[in-house]
């Protein structure tokens, strides 16, 4: 990629008027819940050997982020929301950590919490955690991934903290912290941002999206935007690094149905649709990998509006919207199709065509 191609950066100063920061209610505290998670799981990253060590497990990183990131937006959120808008559907439970067995990990997660809130107990701690436990099943509730691309994060490469509201069966406000994703474009996406910032967006329904400089939610927001492709440019496409994530012979087989020859840039998490939003990709591809797998609202919700919001088209590979009102999983769904407007109808058909939705 080269930041001399035209077709992006697509960002627009947004006068601060402070209507961006006020367009959903909870906007700000999901901000900072996110902003706050991604400082968090940076430093966890950043030593990641040193814990490794310590507590004897090469997965002991990744563990103590997802758990204490959890901790940590769950606190904010009870903080600044009211009652009814506390109900999240998390991806951990502090079940496991209670035992005996997790001592060590356990007094980790507590002291990286303790960072950012000194006076929260150890108690206060498994209790955040625990609160990420709702089914789904109310009118509104948000939905948490701590860690988005676990692999990603083990490698000192991407991952997100991704946070989304829903409403009424609908995604209305995402919050999507990507702490090692270049905000420069004149950089592949695959690799770490040498100035450890990372990127922060946020996305409103019917509102547009946004970017953060300096991942800062205090800073003034860009407007970022998806911009339409023709079939004057080349097709750009993203997909995830783990094989097990995305069917990759059937990528391959949709892609040269459209007559597209490169590879796709590899990156973990739902950065990838960050990465679409803002127009550095045209497409994000993620194709079944078995006819029993259905997709988890938190791998979702938050990219999903970002995208979106910013201009593309985001569907499962029917071409039929995201749904998610079955609780904890993309039910009605099958795979996802996220493209840019004037490649998305090519993609489903070329989806539909190949019989991709019956394998």
Not at 35 to 50: F, K, P, Y
Not at 324 to 348: C, M, Q, S, T, W
């Amino acid at each position: 990629m080269s930041g001399a191609d035209p077709f992006w950066p697509h960002r627009t100063p947004i006068p601060d008027n402070g209507h961006t920061m006020t367009a959903h209610p909870l906007l700000p505290a999901a901000l900072d819940a996110v902003a706050t998670a991604s400082a968090l799981t940076r430093a966890v990253q950043a030593a990641r050997t040193d814990v490794a060590q310590h507590i004897k497990d090469d997965r002991s990183p990744v563990t103590v982020a997802d758990y204490a990131a959890q901790a940590i937006v769950s606190m904010i959120l009870a903080e600044h929301c009211q009652t009814d808008d506390r109900l999240i559907v998390g991806e951990e439970q502090a079940d496991e950590l209670r035992s005996n067995k997790q001592t060590d990990i356990r007094h980790a997660v507590v002291t990286t919490v303790q960072q950012w809130r000194p006076q929260a107990s150890e108690h206060d701690v498994m209790d955040a955690i625990d609160a990420c436990d709702h089914d789904g099943t109310a009118d509104s509730y948000w939905t948490l991934d701590p860690i988005d691309g676990t692999k990603g994060f083990l490698r000192g490469q991407q991952y997100a903290i991704a946070l989304g509201y829903i409403r009424q069966n609908c995604v209305v406000l995402g919050v999507l912290g990507c702490p090692n994703l270049p905000t420069d474009v004149a950089r592949t996406p695959a690799e770490p941002d040498p100035a450890r910032c990372g990127s922060l967006y946020a996305a409103v329904l019917g509102s547009g999206a946004w970017e953060f400089p300096a991942a800062d939610p205090n800073e003034s927001p860009m407007r970022v935007t998806c911009p339409v492709w023709t079939p004057s440019r080349p097709v750009r496409t993203c997909a995830s690094v783990e094989a097990a994530h995305s069917n990759r012979s059937a990528t391959d087989d949709l892609l040269d149905r459209l007559g597209v020859k490169t590879e796709p840039v590899r990156l973990d998490s739902q950065a990838k649709y960050a990465v679409l939003a803002r127009g550095q990709a045209d497409a994000y591809l993620r194709l079944p990998t078995s006819k029993s797998y259905v997709e988890k609202i938190w791998d979702h919700a938050a990219g999903s509006l970002v995208a979106s919001e910013a201009g593309a088209i985001v569907t499962d590979i029917t071409g039929a919207p995201l749904d998610f009102g079955h609780g904890p999983k993309l039910e009605a769904n099958r795979g996802v199709i996220a493209a840019a407007e004037g490649l998305h109808d090519r993609l489903i058909e070329a989806s539909m065509t190949l019989g991709l939705s019956t394998t």
